[in-house]
């Protein structure tokens, strides 16, 4: 597989093509993330090669837009539009916003998912929860308080205000709050899924909150830059930063213990699962429809809810005990 580099000039957002054997029905399926320049994406487009190289006939346009816009995102849906691609995959920086344009590519005959974060039904075929909406939220919470035994005060920082996953996983942790005695949720602010703002929001909510035990990021952004700032404040081992995040990214902050414990599931599944589905409904192969079992190859079958919606694995802990098999993996 040949990883090229290009820019597309006329939509302002770069784009990295992994071609595949040339063939003359070779399926050109788009994965489109919220922003380049992200571990977690990248790693998933990792992936999406590893699909498109079991498969044999299809090439993957990687790309997205330079920052968590959905404007950025409809320039990239447009372009893709323009070059008649087969398939869209998107995590979507805005459920709604992006609806319009991918409604427009359903209508040229092109396949739409969406896939870690949705898009509203009426934009897509079918989409692609990394777990399910439940367990993610509950996970988020419980590991916090599984540090926290007399409770305490913890905050949240989230990706985008208008982040499909992130909102769902949010509404789904305040739920079960009240499962864990003592944990007091007096915070949600959002870093955009930018490092520094990130960072900056984290020293924000530790100003304000001078008794904060813990902060919850559900995103591999925030909880990288939340930790760094926990440490930078010399706080680690006050203040637990917990969340969504990568072996990668996480494993010094594992170390320095600014953070304990945190989850994820495989992104690579993710990227490969996601590449599996957009090109089985693309080349007719499944249908996406409620009840429907779609082929995701290694990964089984996903099967789809009444909102053709289906949950691809359990996300999975990493602390001290474990970082260190998985942080040269993703």
Known sequence: ??????VLAATAVAAVCIAGPAQAETKRIALVVKALGIGFFEAAAKGAEE????????????????????????????????????????????QDAVVPALKKAMDRGITVISWDSGVAPEGRQLHLNPSSNELIGNMIIKLAADHLPEGGDVAVLSASATATNQNIWIEEM?????NYPGINVVATVYGDDLADKSYREAQGLMQTYPDLKAIIAPTSVGIVAAAQ??????????????????PSEMAGHIESGASKSFAIWNPIDLGYSATMLAYNLATGEAEAKPGAEIPMGRMGTLTLDENNEGAMADPFVYDSSNIDDFKDIF
Do not use: C, H, R, W
């Open 174 to 178: 305040n739920k079960v709050k009240d």
């Open 229 to 246: 700032a926990v440490s930078d404040a010399e706080k680690a081992g006050q203040i637990n930063v917990t969340g969504l995040g990568l």
């Open 1 to 6: 597989m040949k990883f090229l580099k290009s």
């Open 51 to 94: 699909a498109a190289k079991e498969l044999g006939d299809v090439e993957i346009i990687y790309t997205g837009p330079t920052d968590t816009t959905a404007e950025g995102q409809i320039e990239v849906i447009n372009a893709l539009i323009a070059q008649k691609v087969d398939a869209i995959a998107i995590s979507a920086n805005d």
